[in-house]
């Protein structure tokens, strides 16, 4: 990488967000929604890379699905590759690495997540791409704060520099007793899913742990169409690309891994709990978004887009009313969530 040479971000929108249903859907799922704020998560993830002295335009990998909403949201873009199907994130990335140069950094991010202190995560990069531009592929540690079981985790290595270390393993979610012991313990990270590299380090890790997938998203970008900004890689060879995460493709298999630890008040708002957790609370412990009025009601998140929702006598629900749909399920099982999705009843 030349010095000064700007980073790319690569900006990951291809997710369907079953787990925030009925609000998120296949047509339109989280990430163009305004969760956390009035903005939203796609635009915000967005704005924490719109410094141009410092970051290039981003490089968007999204479903072709929503081609049109990405371009409604986003006006500033290098390059919008749009994925005919997902593949998940390492032919995704495989994308994105393939339309940049070979010697640039890519900043990859999913589209979806909460970052609450993006100075923290600038501060971050910085570690991060003095490792990445010595061949390191850099993956972001998030700082544990509670003996969480829904999250992979990152044993850190030997010290790689300033608030850099290699990665000693991957650990997939682990039970409560192992995340607690991982929180004592000290020197393990949440795996968050957002990484920096190079992009020739991170082709030349595919080419020796994943050829099949290199080879086959690279026959189908060059055999699709490129207007110069919207690029759409062959339907059907793409669609022969091998499905698999970049963690199992590529990280937990790499000799150069790396960690930057850090806490910048991330969630991947994986769920409504996750959102209720992140919302300001009433005397009740009660969050509610849209029209709502919640009487003699605790520990209960309400989301509505349309239909006013009265609660009485009621603690620690979930209710979420969109459109014609109106989920309640125990607050504390939204993982659950999928299974209403998935219902052949609704």
């Known amino acids: 990488m030349n010095a000064g040479a700007r980073i790319v971000p690569v900006i990951l929108s291809g997710g369907a967000g079953t787990r925030l249903w009925p609000l998120s859907t296949p047509e339109r799922p989280k ?9 939203t998560m796609l635009r915000m993830t967005a704005a924490r890379v719109a410094d141009r002295m410092r970051f290039a335009p981003p490089i968007v990998v999204a479903s072709a699905a929503n081609a049109d909403a990405i371009d ?18 390492a032919p ?28 923290a995560f600038q501060a971050a990069i910085d570690r991060a791409a003095a490792a990445a531009a010595q061949g390191w592929l850099m993956t972001f540690g998030i700082a544990p704060d ?6 992979g985790y ?51 890790g595919l080419e020796a742990h994943a050829p099949d997938i290199l080879a086959a998203t690279r026959q189908a970008l060059a055999a699709g169409q490129n207007d110069g900004r ?27 891994v790396g960690v930057a630890p850090v806490a910048m008040g991330w969630s991947d708002l994986g769920s409504w ?30 989301h509505s887009t349309g239909p006013r929702i009265v609660t009485v006598g009621v603690s620690d629900l979930i209710v979420v009313a ?25």
């Open 230 to 256: 919207r690029i759409t890689p062959d339907p059907a060879l793409f669609a022969a690309v091998r499905a698999q995460s970049i963690d199992h493709a590529l990280m937990e298999k790499h000799d150069r």
């Open 322 to 346: 969109t459109g014609d749909t109106v989920l309640i399920l125990p607050r504390g099982e939204s993982q659950r969530v999928r299974e209403a999705a998935a219902s052949t009843e609704l």
């Open 72 to 89: 409604a949201q986003l006006d500033d873009i290098g390059a919008l590759i749009l994925e005919p199907v997902g593949r998940n994130t």
């Open 154 to 204: 990152i044993k850190r290595g030997a010290a790689l520099g300033d608030g850099a270390f290699a990665v000693e393993r991957f650990v997939e979610k682990p039970d409560s007793a192992t995340a607690a012991a991982y929180l004592a313990a000290g020197g393990h990270d949440w795996n968050g899913g957002i990484f920096l590299f190079r992009a020739a380090d991170l082709l030349a």
């Open 146 to 151: 509670r003996p969480e079981t829904g999250y």
């Open 273 to 302: 709990d996750a959102l209720y957790a992140l919302g300001g609370k009433d005397a009740g412990g009660n969050a509610a978004s849209g029209p709502a009025r919640l009487i003699d009601t605790s520990g209960t998140f309400v």
């Open 92 to 119: 995704a990335i495989a994308l994105a690495a393939l339309r940049a140069r070979t010697d640039e950094l890519l900043l990859v991010m999913p589209s979806d997540h909460v970052i609450a202190d993006p100075g």
């Open 31 to 39: 990430q163009f929604h305004a969760l956390t704020g009035t903005e």
